[in-house]
């Protein structure tokens, strides 16, 4: 039997309601497994930690406070946009962090991200075997995006989906009351980037033919301004007034965001976000009716108090899986949500790995759109439906809800190199 090795756990990207779930999945895991994991050490501002050796020691945080991560949303260590190019253009990078990696004896290391962290995780491992020193590399699914391919879904998003389409829910009631004299109008923006997803879960908010959201506006489709005017004017005409859920990533037929703050994060992403008053605005000029927006960003990834308790749990299963994966030595892996029945809901955790994952953006298909671009199918809804089951409430005191904040000890630095960002 081998020495112990440490492990290394980063959380990356636009963090979730349920990625502490997982981070909470990981720590109880590897404390079973002290054979194979002596140490395990989260990264101070996910792989900025592992960068510039500001390593958070875990053993320091309470028993209350590990606990409590399980129902505390954002990402308790940091979270970072960074990206780590190729290896060919910033070898440097990948060079510093085996080199810190070695220094605190880490065989192991999770990335919990999207498609970009998948990326990373997968190069660390080429590049870990390249250098002499093997890491077993297991980067574990998360985006509220849900554009991660191999996976049924992606933890973090069945609890946006269930806030959108709670909201989507009220607000339409809200709206509906006021409509004779007042607002007929009501759009909410929500996030996703390219993908659909999370708007086609306002769509739940709806049950039959003509229930709000009357609009959904996706990005899989390209905005045809007169289509959507008519259907708004249709839907004021016929039920007295119109809820419009709009995915930030909605396009025009030049390609271009109908949004775009002009700003672009560490990844090259362009920040979106906007598309909400543009739409507003837009009805109100060409169809003169009162409107009022909402810009849903985030609070609906940050809406713990409503998580979709199905979420929760996949979120947990997927930290789990990931130590269980690495001690069995399993390297440049994701594990990934299988469903085995939708009604009712079963799923399975399996391998996937990296190398079909890193870098592959899944949309929501064209069958889960009606025909006319604007609601979603009933396989959408079959999709989508058991992904936001169940609640999960976390512990209220005072009438908030009581989230932890870590200690965030730092292991003592053992290089004297120090690296610049
Ligand atoms: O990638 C997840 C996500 O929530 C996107 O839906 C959104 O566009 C983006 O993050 C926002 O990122 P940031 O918080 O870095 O601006």
Not at 79 to 89: E, I, M, P, T, W
Not at 115 to 121: E, L, V, Y
Not at 154 to 179: H, I, N, Q, W
Not at 300 to 305: P, T
Request: hydrophobic share 40%; proline share 5%.
């Amino acid at each position: 039997m081998s020495q112990p090795r440490n492990a290394f756990y980063a959380q990356s990207g636009g963090v979730t309601a349920v990625i502490n779930a997982t981070a909470a999945g990981v720590i109880e895991t590897a404390a079973k497994h002290r054979r194979h994991i002596g140490r395990l050490y989260a990264g101070r501002d996910g792989i900025v930690g592992a960068l510039t050796e500001d390593l958070i020691d875990l053993s320091a945080e309470s028993r209350a406070t590990l606990r409590g991560l399980r129902y505390t949303p954002a990402g308790a260590f940091g979270s970072a946009r960074f990206k780590l190019k190729g290896l060919d253009q910033n070898r440097a990078e990948y060079e510093r962090l085996i080199e810190v990696f070695r220094a605190h004896d880490i065989g192991y290391f999770f990335y919990n991200g999207g498609n970009d962290s998948m990326d990373t995780a997968l190069k660390v491992s080429q590049l870990g075997a390249e250098l002499g020193y093997p890491v077993t590399c297991v980067g574990i699914p998360k985006t509220v995006d849900n554009d991660l391919p191999l996976t049924d879904c992606c933890p973090g998003f069945g609890s946006v989906a269930k806030y959108v389409a709670v909201s989507t829910r009220e607000a339409a009631l809200d709206v509906a009351s006021m409509a004779r004299t007042s607002t007929k109008v009501f759009v909410l923006e929500v996030m996703g980037r390219h993908a659909g997803w999370i708007a086609a879960a306002g769509g739940l908010a709806g049950e039959k033919a003509g229930d709000p959201p009357q609009v959904i506006l996706f990005p899989e489709i390209t905005f045809d301004e007169p289509a959507f005017l008519f259907k708004v004017k249709q839907s004021v005409e016929n039920n007295g007034y119109c809820v419009i859920v709009v995915s930030e990533g909605v396009k025009g037929p030049d390609g271009k965001f109908l949004a775009e703050a002009g700003t672009r994060d560490a990844f090259g992403h362009a920040q979106l976000g906007g598309v909400g008053p543009v739409i507003a605005n837009l009805v109100k000029e060409k169809l003169g009716y009162k409107y009022h927006w909402a810009v849903a960003d985030y609070l609906q990834r940050a809406a713990r108090h409503i998580a979709s308790k199905t979420d929760v749990e996949q979120a947990w299963a997927v930290g789990k899986a990931a130590v269980e994966y690495a001690v069995r030595g399993m390297n440049a892996v994701m594990p990934a949500i299988v469903r085995t029945s939708s009604r009712p809901y079963r799923w399975k955790i399996e391998p996937a790995a990296l190398t079909d994952v890193a870098n592959v953006e899944k949309k929501v298909p064209r069958n889960y759109i009606t025909a006319d671009g604007f609601g979603i199918t009933k396989a959408a809804r079959t999709y989508l439906q058991p992904l936001i089951l169940g609640e999960d409430y976390p512990p209220y005191e005072n009438g908030l809800p009581a989230y932890v904040r870590i200690r965030g000890k730092a292991v003592k630095k053992r290089l004297k190199t120090q690296f610049k960002l």
